[in-house]
């Protein structure tokens, strides 16, 4: 996953701290003019060269190449985006500048006096420190987005994916569970308590990846919150189908006619890709609970494994994917 491996952002603090006591000691083993030169070098090479590392850390959110736009939407749910950028382009223009203090005080160290040198080479640290300081709350802001990403669930946004959704009790946790290696396998985003429920499976050697994500399609859109609804934005660079699963029977604890609303504004919502509905705990429903209005495209019970994999089997034509082969000249 593109964020899992950032690493810690030093505060403005402990970088000035690194930089002047490295160069203490890169001064100490050399003397005269030679040891201020040192000094100066050495302290700005690290200032510019940790600046620099912390932005070239972070993918390029402007290219998509660096960022899919899955990652993008859900990046920007969770921190403001545009916040990021910024303090990574201030964060940058610092590292320019800690190397051109550099650059416009060195050749003052070369032909001078000790004591003159010194009194330049303060002056040069002085600055470096000013321009650190500047950042400080870029810095801040960075290691914090840092940490609200780092820990975000690894879906592969590369992967033919079916996206699970539906009201609470309807069988859908079950269903990826059943069909997958998930067996519970769930990761909490920073906008759902619950966790979204990734798994896996393969038909003719070729990986899916199922999500379960309750809290964001377990209720109509006007109970989302801003932060959701960002959410499910990002959902839809995902999924390639979409399976909305419902309980004819009302045993869910929602009626029948609240889960068909729910299903209609899913599908104005993801009317790019298939959606299909899949009718559950067909055990348990007479022939009259799935009446016309249901419009079920297929019904299933998890509970007997009945046409489960006729459901799976429906999704994975639906998607139609076709894998790239490698260029064969």
């Known amino acids: 996953m593109i964020f899992e491996d950032l690493p810690t952002t030093p505060t403005s603090e402990e970088l000035i701290d690194k930089a002047f006591s490295r160069a203490a000691r890169a001064g100490k083993a050399k003397g005269g003019l030679e040891a ?11 200032i510019s060269d940790n600046l620099e590392n912390v932005v070239t850390a972070w993918p390029d ?42 650059e416009e005080y060195q ?15 303060k002056q040069a640290f002085a600055r470096l420190a000013d321009i650190v300081e500047q950042v400080d709350d870029h810095l801040l802001y960075i290691n914090e987005s840092r940490n609200d990403l ?10 033919p994916t079916i996206v699970v959704a539906g ?15 998930a067996r519970g396998e769930t990761a909490s985003y920073p906008f ?66 609240s889960q068909l609303e729910l299903r209609d504004a899913i599908s104005a919502r993801f009317e790019a890709i298939p959606v299909l509905t899949i009718a559950n705990k067909e055990d348990r ?10 419009a079920a495209d297929y019904t299933m019970s998890v509970e007997t494994g009945a046409n489960v994999e006729t459901v799976l089997d429906a999704a994975v034509d639906a998607i139609d ?6 260029f064969d000249g």
Not at 37 to 46: D, F, G, K, R
Not at 73 to 82: G, Q, R
Not at 230 to 254: F, K, N, R, W
């Open 61 to 102: 959110f402007e290219y998509e190449d660096d960022v899919h736009p899955f990652y993008y939407e859900l990046a920007d749910a969770i921190v403001d985006v545009d916040r990021l950028r910024q303090a990574l382009s201030e964060v940058m223009w610092a590292s320019r500048k800690a190397r051109e203090i550099h």
């Open 167 to 181: 009201y609470p009790n309807v069988g859908k946790s079950s269903f990826v569970n059943d069909v997958t290696n």
């Open 192 to 257: 759902t308590t619950k966790g979204i429920g990734v798994g896996h499976f393969e038909r003719e050697h070729i990986r899916y990846q199922i999500v379960d994500t309750p809290g964001l399609l377990d209720r109509p859109p006007q109970e989302r919150n801003e932060i959701e609804s960002q959410a499910v934005s990002a959902i839809e660079h995902l999924a390639d189908c979409m399976l909305v699963v419902v309980d004819p029977t009302g045993e869910c604890g929602y009626p029948i006619a």
């Open 150 to 159: 780092r820990d975000l669930p690894e879906i592969n946004p590369d992967e």
């Open 107 to 121: 050749p003052r160290l070369r032909k001078t006096d000790v004591d003159t040198a010194r009194k330049h080479r």
């Open 285 to 294: 429903f007479e022939d009259g609970d799935l009446t016309e209005a249901v």
């Open 36 to 46: 201020q030169q040192s000094m100066l070098q050495t302290a700005a090479n690290i």
């Open 321 to 326: 994917y076709e894998p790239e082969l490698p």
